[in-house]
């Protein structure tokens, strides 16, 4: 089953790369002949509420690693929701099409390990950190807009378990797709935003269905 998901992901990602290549060139080239009329550059930023895509199946996985080390038993417990926020500038290149990069602090994942043989209590805290470069689609007229957005991150996330008898790796770092929908009011909007994570980590492979964010955004142009 998990075979089939990671095929099924590979094919998605394909899908997205290619689209956002194809949004990405377009948006050089408006920007390239962009018109004193069009819309000014800013600047973006605020809180994302996190949710990490971590299944029983990969809770599972990191209680066996610690038993592949040494341990008679381990019970393993996640806790997958977290705070975070994003700073970055936009560059509006026609009425419809932005293009925006940004730096993304993905909040804190949580993992708390109990084992026996012999007993210890072990947690792990992750922290990390993206930078995505987007194409945001708006559909709207004045300062009220529905949009789309896709485009590509770049992933740090490194954490592990470190217990008595050795260690078990989380994360790893990579780049994936990432895409979202929002509603625009002015200078504030509200989104939803998925982060893909593929091949996660050296060892458990921990979240590699990714993770999900709603967000609140204020910008301010200059």
Not at 58 to 85: H, I, P, R, S, Y
Request: aromatic residues 12%; proline residues 2%; charged residues 15%.
């Amino acid at each position: 089953m998990k075979k089939n998901m990671r095929i099924i992901k590979k094919s998605i990602t394909g899908v997205l790369f290619t689209f956002f290549a194809i949004m990405l060139t377009i948006s050089i080239t408006l920007l390239s002949s962009k018109n004193a009329n069009a819309a000014e550059n800013y600047v973006f930023g605020g809180p994302k509420i996190f949710y990490y895509d971590v299944d029983q199946s990969d809770v599972n996985q990191v209680a066996t690693d610690l038993v592949n080390l040494g341990f008679t038993t381990a019970k393993v417990e996640a806790n997958t929701a977290g705070l975070g926020f994003d700073i970055g500038l936009g560059f509006p290149v026609s009425d419809m099409i932005d293009i925006e990069t940004s730096f993304v602090y993905l909040g804190e994942f949580e993992l708390t390990a109990t084992t026996t043989g012999p007993a210890e209590s072990i947690k792990a805290t992750s922290s990390g950190i993206s930078i995505p470069i987007v194409a945001k689609i708006k559909f709207g007229t004045g300062d009220t807009n529905f949009y789309g957005k896709a485009g590509w991150h770049f992933w740090k996330q490194d954490s592990e378990i470190s217990a008595s008898k050795g260690k078990v790796t989380l994360w790893g770092k990579g780049n994936d797709p990432v895409i979202g929908i929002g509603a625009q009011w002015g200078n504030f909007d509200v989104s939803y935003e998925h982060y893909s994570f593929s091949g996660v980590g050296a060892g458990a492979g921990i979240g590699e269905g990714g993770m999900s964010a709603v967000s609140a955004t204020w910008k301010a142009e200059f």
